[in-house]
């Protein structure tokens, strides 16, 4: 019977992320994100946006997604009926 937990415990550690993998990882990851967001931070500051600055997905997904035509058709996207 130990023979088989110990079996079962080396497949799951086997399988499991070491501590120090993930934590390089979390701090890969949040170094980046630190960055971009300085980077953002300091493109807003400025008075006039550095070239490419709306090209971004996230600053350009409102003018892509009102410019697809299946998507501007939906109920709701358009004008009233009122002002008709």
Do not use: C
């Not at 415990?9 to 399988?15: G, P, T």
């Not at 390089?24 to 949040?30: A, R, V, Y």
């Amino acid at each position: 019977m130990n023979f088989f937990l110990d079996y079962i415990r080396q497949k799951i550690e086997a399988s499991m992320q070491s501590s120090e993998d993930r934590r390089s990882e979390w701090e890969e990851n949040l170094n980046r994100e630190t960055a971009r967001a300085q980077t953002t931070a300091r493109y807003l500051s400025l008075p006039t946006k550095p070239w490419g600055f709306w090209k971004d997905e996230k600053l350009s997904a409102k003018y892509e997604t009102n410019a697809d035509p299946a998507v501007s058709k939906l109920p709701g996207r358009s004008t009233p009926d009122v002002l008709s």
